[in-house]
């Protein structure tokens, strides 16, 4: 992508992000390295992809916003309004746009060899256009995006439907709360197939296909007929849903979901990690972040029981420190009703949410490469060096 476009899109779009306080100061560093690996690349398309994941992503995330915020609880307890995942840390811009990152890099290294090969020696077989049957890394890249745009797509706005969500790892799809990691609804489906859509139709209008002018061309390739442009644009769109549809499943199996239980909604970890339950929460510091949330529920009793025997505790200088009190290191993991402050609903404590978004991109790209290969029966290997100017 030339300079001259690159530097000053880049340059808005982290004004936005620090406008909107849409991503941290660490998000907006590592939305920055991202996009220089994006410009890096010859073509517009992983530029014009990551432009519009964010753009898109980020209007999803702000739709009815106050509304999500009462949905879910925040882990820390600091904002007694409500829940949310708030500004996006670095971790989750990496995790959305490392493979997409990666695969860039290495099609861009993949045209310069192609080009200085037909520099020297015009009768190499290589395309710098998108040939049909040909990059197998396009459509990584391509896929990724299509993956996550449905995801985050599925998750902002799927969490205002007025269905409650069925958890998908379950035989008989069994209600649970909204926020459950794994759970899905009909309108989150919708509007992940809307995301995924908006991205690979971005793709296909900055995507250089080899059309019928570039045959006998230097650095020309097979055309695509309309049909093979109607198959590419279906199945990277229903693969960027199906993207969706794994990342549930893989959070409602490996990520933990923890419940609040006085109020009944699920607790977000800040910056999508892990949720500790009221067996650590409650110990040491933390006591102040469970007592700030239960202050916005029907815990504010149980926290004036809590703190009524701190101060017993202190009245008396010869007894024990009382089983609330912070200082007492032995005291149980509950409040005044003695019932844990939190609860797991699903998963299993293997990964946070970044671990899971993380690895559905990684799978979706490279699966994606993995049919478009035995679809044009074309071998895997060729995204490696040595078959990069066969293509």
């Known amino acids: ?110 045209l310069h060899v192609r080009k200085t090969e037909l520099l020297h020696n015009p009768n190499t077989a290589g395309s710098l256009c998108f040939s049909k049957g040909g990059d197998l890394l396009v459509i990584g890249i391509i896929a990724n995006y299509a993956a996550v745009a449905a995801d985050t797509f599925s998750s902002e706005l799927g969490i205002l439907s007025k269905g409650q969500p069925r958890l998908i790892t379950s035989w008989n799809l069994k209600k649970v709360p909204r926020g459950t990691n794994g759970g899905v609804t009909v309108t989150g489906l919708l509007a992940g197939l809307l995301g995924s859509m908006i991205v690979v139709t971005a793709a296909m209008l900055f995507l250089p296909l080899c059309d019928e002018r570039s045959v006998g061309r230097l650095g020309g390739g097979t055309p695509w007929s309309v049909n093979e442009r109607r198959v590419l644009i279906l199945g990277l769109t229903v693969w960027g849903l199906l993207g969706s549809v794994l990342d549930s499943v893989l959070g409602g199996l490996l990520q933990r979901s923890v419940r609040d239980v006085r109020t009944g909604k699920i607790v977000e970890g800040e910056g999508g990690e892990r949720v500790l339950v009221s067996g650590s929460t409650v110990k040491g510091g933390h006591a102040a972040e469970v007592k700030a949330s239960l202050l916005s529920g029907e815990g504010k009793d149980a926290v004036e029981q809590m703190d009524s025997a701190v101060v017993e505790g202190d009245d008396d200088q010869g007894a024990a420190k009382s089983r609330y009190d912070s200082r007492n290191k032995n005291r149980k993991s509950s409040f005044g009703d003695e019932k844990p402050s939190r609860e797991v609903v699903t998963g299993w404590d293997l990964l946070d949410n970044n671990d899971v978004n993380f690895l559905m991109a990684f799978t979706m790209s490279v699966g994606a490469m993995a049919v478009a290969g035995w679809y044009w029966d074309v071998t895997l290997w060729t995204i490696f060096p040595p078959n990069w100017t066969s293509s």
Request: hydrophobic share 50%; charged share 10%.
């Open 1 to 110: 992508m030339k300079p001259i476009i690159a530097v000053p899109a880049t340059a808005l779009l982290v004004y936005r992000a620090y406008s909107k306080k849409s991503l941290t100061p660490g998000g907006i560093i590592a939305a920055t390295a991202t996009a220089a690996a994006h410009a890096v690349h010859p073509w517009n398309l992983p530029f014009a992809l990551l432009v519009v994941f964010f753009l898109a992503g980020t209007r999803a995330t702000h739709v009815k916003e106050n509304v999500k915020a009462t949905l879910t609880l925040k882990a820390t307890g600091s904002s007694p309004q409500g829940g949310g995942e708030g500004p996006r840390t670095h971790v989750q811009v990496f995790a959305n746009s490392l493979m997409a990152s990666i695969l860039t890099l290495l099609h861009a290294y993949q």
